[in-house]
């Protein structure tokens, strides 16, 4: 640390445990290709980014977007953005939706799109991992630190490519490979690395 010039070790925070177990139990729909992006729905999330990137994806990849529901101005925008773009079959919002319907929504997609830029670390990226979800995630913030380079975007050509290639690619080994990620921050994990660190600096 460059400020008290003393070592530091981050400790990232843990996710739902009871998350954890149902992605282990879970299995995908090896037909059904869909792409699933939980925030807030706010205008500085850029979800704009969604129907921009279905209008890029074949036809047979669909999108759903769950998140909490700030001011309907900005979901009637995004849902003018998706008329415009003819990717009204393809994009679908959930606004306020129950935790019960995310989880089912994320057990049944393949990929996980992060829209925003400069996360710092986002964990509803790391629960979509734990549900088998493969993340595709702008390249900044926190997000390159625990997301493989090539799962990350730079622009929305980019993520437009690079979804429909994992699409493509797809297969249960890589649902699996976001699980063993997504179990570095698990509860158990985090409680092993806070008393390690405890120790470490306080025995």
Not at 85 to 105: C, D, H, Q
Request: glycine share 4%; net charge positive.
């Amino acid at each position: 640390n460059s400020f008290s010039h003393k070592p530091v070790e981050v400790v990232y925070p843990p996710f739902a445990s009871y998350i954890s177990k149902i992605g282990k139990n879970n299995v995908k729909d090896t037909q059904e290709n869909l792409v699933v992006t939980t925030s807030r729905l706010d205008s500085n999330k850029l979800l704009e980014r969604i129907p921009q990137i279905a209008k890029q994806t074949d036809k047979n990849i669909h999108y759903a977007v769950i998140g909490r529901l700030y001011n309907q101005p900005i979901l009637n925008h995004l849902q003018a953005i998706v008329t415009k773009l003819g990717v009204e079959a393809r994009v679908k919002f959930y606004p306020n939706a129950s935790a019960t319907e995310k989880i089912r929504l994320l057990k049944h997609a393949k990929l996980y799109l992060h829209t925003m830029e400069g996360e710092h670390f986002g964990i509803s990226i790391v629960e979509a991992m734990a549900l088998g979800c493969v993340p595709i995630v702008h390249n900044s913030g926190g997000m390159k630190e625990f997301v493989p380079t090539q799962y990350r975007y730079e622009t929305v050509k980019d993520a437009s490519y690079k979804i429909s290639q994992e699409i493509a690619e797809w297969t249960p080994d890589k649902a699996e490979e976001a699980k063993t990620i997504a179990d570095r921050f698990s509860l158990a994990h985090f409680s092993e690395n806070f008393m390690r660190l405890y120790s470490k600096f306080f025995d």
